[in-house]
Nanobody, 115 residues
């Protein structure tokens, strides 16, 4: 079992920044995929960014709509996942979820960007 708890959401004006954090506990492996997803009201959940940790290091991937604005990272202990969000836009408003592997999800943290 893996438990995930997100934090760092809130209200910010367009152009501002927020930093999300996800604390992972339980049976954590250093070789796995962790990612951030988001779901806006009335829309499907979508991938924002993910990091694949392997024996050769971390590989990051980003959705096109956040490239150049968001940065995903994972601490060396592999128990925390971060998402630095800069130049936020109103369309970034959503609940942001942390995902571990293919099974485990956090409960989400709400990000609201005002225009």
């Amino acid at each position: 079992q893996v438990q995930l708890v997100e934090s760092g959401g809130g209200l910010v004006q367009a152009g501002g920044s927020l930093a999300l954090s996800c604390a992972a506990s339980g049976r954590i492996s250093s070789i796995t995929v962790m990612g951030w997803y988001r779901q806006a009201p009335g829309k499907q959940r979508e991938l924002v960014a993910q990091v694949t940790s392997g024996v050769h290091g971390d590989i990051t991937e980003y959705a096109d709509f956040v490239k150049g604005r968001f940065t995903i990272s994972r601490d060396t202990a592999k128990t925390r996942l971060y998402l630095q969000m800069n130049s936020l836009k109103p369309e970034d408003t959503a609940a942001y979820y942390c995902k571990y592997g293919v099974t485990y999800w956090g409960k989400g943290t709400l990000v609201t960007v005002s225009s």
